[in-house]
């Protein structure tokens, strides 16, 4: 449908709704009533496109976002590109509102293993939101919206026990049973969720705490700690394994990383990108290692991109690794193919 004479997008706001209105009366065929419905997708010129290609290719694209939305409705083509960074928050911290429930939100799984055998020993899960206009979205950009507009809590328990699940299911299907590690937000830690969401969650899929590990940050410790002590020693007690995630960056003092019961220390990508490059970065990360161990701590080392990286890190003792040189995190129905055989 092309119309002229426009003046403003309202005009074709109206033209849109007037044309779902007439078709939601039946049209009476014989003695049979038919119903028709509409997804309407709308393009302007020029702001959408100077020529009839890309006016009909966006309004396409606008008509396939309508279909997303329910169908039944009218959208404007929203250009990905074009929109502004503070157009972008918007819109995404609107839309994300529904993305649960739209179920636009995915994990990922990222492969750690042993440094040593570099077998894999667990997984992280990652958080991705398939955006029906901007595609995937990262959780850098959405996480902090989610905290903002109080979609933090749903989300997190959306995670937990959609990981959980996928690692039953693996287990299920007969693979060795392994780890899987969840990020957990500062915001969702401080409301002090986390011991009662993951008690709920590993009750309902059945996976032996030990299997479950909760990634949090470094600064996550520093707010009240008498609290969070009490809290990592409830997780402890349940059996749950606590990690530091990007740890180095945080300026934690040291000396207090004794007092909080933990497991695990993942080392920044940050250090570990200029290992085999910068000195400073090489004995941070030594260093690191060195008093993680003294600590009876566990060290992971994230984003191994070389083999050099490797190299350094198990020459240092570093216990596991994760990063692309083995794999980028992938969809569920990928990470079968680096699973041992197991018992079927
Ligand atoms: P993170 O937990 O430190 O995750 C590691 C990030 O590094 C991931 O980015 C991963 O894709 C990326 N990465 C892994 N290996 C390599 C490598 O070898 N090279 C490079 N350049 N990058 C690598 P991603 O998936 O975009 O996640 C970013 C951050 O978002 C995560 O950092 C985590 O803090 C947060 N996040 C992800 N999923 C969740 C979630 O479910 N809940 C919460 N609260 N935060 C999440
Ligand atoms: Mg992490
Ligand atoms: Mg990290």
Not at 29 to 50: C, M, N, R
Not at 101 to 109: P, Q, S
Not at 126 to 137: A, E, K
Not at 322 to 340: A, M, R
Request: charged share 20%; aromatic share 8%; with cysteine.
């Amino acid at each position: 449908l092309l119309l002229t004479d426009i003046k403003q997008a309202r005009d074709v706001a109206n033209v849109a709704g007037r044309i779902l209105h007439e078709l939601s009366n039946a049209f009476v065929l014989g003695t049979y009533q038919i119903f028709i419905k509409a997804s309407i997708g709308v393009s302007l010129y020029p702001s959408d496109g100077e020529d009839i290609d890309t006016l009909i290719k966006n309004a396409d694209t606008a008509m396939y976002h309508a279909k997303n939305q329910g169908r039944n409705n009218y959208q404007f083509y929203v250009d990905s590109v074009k929109v502004t960074t503070s157009e972008r928050r918007l819109i995404l911290g609107t839309d994300l509102r529904g993305a649960l429930e739209r179920e636009e939100l995915i994990l990922y799984y990222q492969p750690q293993l042993d440094i040593n055998t570099e077998k894999i020993i667990g997984t992280e899960a990652l958080i991705r939101w398939l955006h029906p206009d901007f595609g995937l979205v990262s959780p850098t950009e959405f996480i902090p919206l989610a905290e903002d507009n109080g979609l933090i809590e749903p989300i997190t328990k959306w995670v937990l026990r959609t990981a959980c699940a996928q690692n039953m299911a693996w287990q299920a299907a007969g693979f060795p049973p392994m780890r899987v590690a969840v990020n957990v937000s500062n915001l969702f830690f401080e409301q002090r969720k986390v011991v009662e969401t993951m008690s709920q969650v590993l009750k309902d899929t059945g996976m032996a705490p030990h299997y479950l590990e909760i990634e949090l940050m470094e600064s996550a410790l520093m707010h009240n700690e008498e609290e969070t002590i009490r809290e990592l020693l409830q997780l402890k007690a349940m059996g749950v394994r606590v990690a530091i995630d990007d740890f180095g960056t945080g300026y934690s003092s040291l000396a207090c990383l004794k007092c909080f019961p933990l497991d695990a220390l993942k080392i920044d990508r940050s250090f570990v990108k200029d290992i085999s490059t910068d000195r400073d970065s090489a004995t941070i990360t030594a260093a690191i290692i060195t008093m993680a161990h003294s600590l009876q701590l566990n060290v992971i080392a994230e984003g191994v991109e070389t083999e050099q990286q490797l190299t350094f890190l198990r020459a240092q003792g570093c216990d596991e690794m994760q990063g692309y040189l083995f794999s980028q995190p992938i969809p569920s129905s990928d990470i079968i193919q680096f699973l041992p055989a197991g018992s079927l």
